[in-house]
């Protein structure tokens, strides 16, 4: 044993080897024995709550390619990054959750600051959930959480560590392993899907958040133009993975059983690879498929396959299986070629005020460089995004993977910090509600202390529009708290130390907007704009 090797010390140096050395936190006082000495070669990332400390770890994962470190506080700090949670699980994104526990000797008496029942707490939404017997397993606890959270189905993991197990001797510890993180379909199953596909008349492909995750989104392209398929984008979409200008590119899905199966009518086949099937929300009966439809589903993860209402499911990693059935179809050239989606791209012969989300889209379009990449949380409004702002390039877009909201201005800095921390440079826009800012408004303080080249375009229409349409929908008037007047966002955003301004015109924000991508620092524009009907 070297002199004065700790639990703490050598789980640093595991840390080091398996490339986890940006802590993403909220320091609480059981975490401090953790974070003591932090080393000079580690950086932290301090959030100013839970919730956006877990979201922005989500979104520097899924840049990065590589799981990533949440560092939280006890129970209290875990409870306030369940929402989070949620969506790195519903996203697959690989990464290790960890809280303090109160001192071992304490625990038995439900000491203040104690994690009653610790690894129940995050459940069901992690894949592994562990507190170590012994201060000795805290470095394989590690290693064990790096290898679950990297295997398909990739995820979330938690562990809990008692404060005082950071200062115990140990020796060192050298079982460090590595893990697949892919796995190929069963070619005999694969084989016969791409007969199956080759033999449709009309075939649909939809291809879901998986496919770009796994580096699939070539391959799509190129087995979209041999099948001369139809391509639609998967339902309430995290990830796009299919260029969106594509002349097969139909459009959304759609979201209701009814709408979907309306959508898919007249294809005989529908081809789902890498996302579930399906996304459903809100509520309207209808059949699952059209009755002279049938479906395929190719996915990483056994769960998704298991919970489809439809089809029949092929397990295996997307990129891996779109490479294969490109060798495995034959041609499509005898298909008819699909109608591409239809943009009107209709704007008022005289400028509304205040603006209407498509004047915005159509002024956004006319500045956003093409290498940008979008975070939308503007819920009411991705409709009018696929319209005018069309995903056209890989890890591009991002938006929360659950049906929660305050995901998208910290999920933006995770974005920003993974592309510093790869030698990336692009813009990173966030496209926010002004509802779903306000779940979230702290994250700006960490994007304006790492001087992050963030624009927040943040549309103010005084009101939770998403909900209304649902009320719309589900026949359901006089719900309360649908309504957001009297916040000025511009003053919260230069509190927090960001660049803040008004545009009430398109002239405005053309011009704010091309300001903000050369300013050197995080910029919040906020523009005043009607209530949009979400297409449900």
Known sequence: ???????????????????????????????????????????????????????????????????????????????????????????????????????????????????REAITMPKPWVKWSYEPARAEDVPEAFMRAYAEALQPPTGPVYLSIPMDDWRKPLSGFTRRRTVSNRVAPDTERLRAFADRISASRRPALVFGPEVDRSGGWDAAVSLAEKLRASVYGAPLMDRASFPEDHPQFGGPLGMSVKTISDRLTGHDLVVVIGAEVFRYYPYVPGDYLPSDTELLQITADPAVAAAARVG?????????????????????????????????????????????????????SRVRPSEAVIVNESTSTLAQQVEWLPTTRTGSFFATASGGIGWGTPA?????????????????????????????????????????????????????????????????????GLDLPGIDIASLARGFGCRAVEAETTDDLEREFTAALSAGTTTVIVVPTQPQKAML
């Open 312 to 364: 029949d499911s092929l397990l295996g990693d997307p990129a891996i299986a779109i490479e294969l059935l490109l060798d495995m179809v034959t041609e499509g050239s005898a298909r008819t070629a699909p109608e591409p989606m239809p943009r009107p791209r209709e704007l008022p012969r005289t400028p509304n005020s205040p603006l209407t989300p498509p004047e915005v889209y159509a002024a956004l």
């Open 412 to 480: 933006a800095v995770g974005v920003a910090l993974a592309d510093r921390d790869r030698g990336v440079e692009r813009p990173v826009v966030g496209l926010i509600g002004d509802g779903s800012f306000q779940y979230s408004v702290q994250a700006l303080y960490t994007a304006a202390q790492h001087d992050l080249p963030i624009v927040y375009v943040v549309m103010r229409n005084h009101e939770y529009s998403i909900l209304k349409s649902f009320a719309v929908l589900e026949e359901t008037p006089g719900v309360p």
């Open 1 to 115: 044993m070297t002199e004065h090797s700790t639990v703490h010390s050598v789980t640093y140096d595991l840390l080091r080897t398996l490339e986890l050395t940006t802590v993403f936190g909220n320091p609480g006082s059981t975490e401090q024995p953790f974070l003591q000495e932090f080393p000079e070669d580690f950086s932290y990332v301090l959030a100013l709550q839970e919730a956006s400390v877990v979201a922005m770890a989500d979104a520097f994962a899924q840049v990065t390619g590589r799981p990533a470190l949440a560092n939280l506080h006890s129970s209290a700090g875990v409870g306030n990054a369940m929402g989070s949670v949620v969506a790195a699980y519903h996203g697959g994104t690989p990464l290790i959750i960890t809280s303090g526990q109160q001192h071992r000797e304490l625990v038995i008496g439900d000491p203040y600051l104690g994690n």
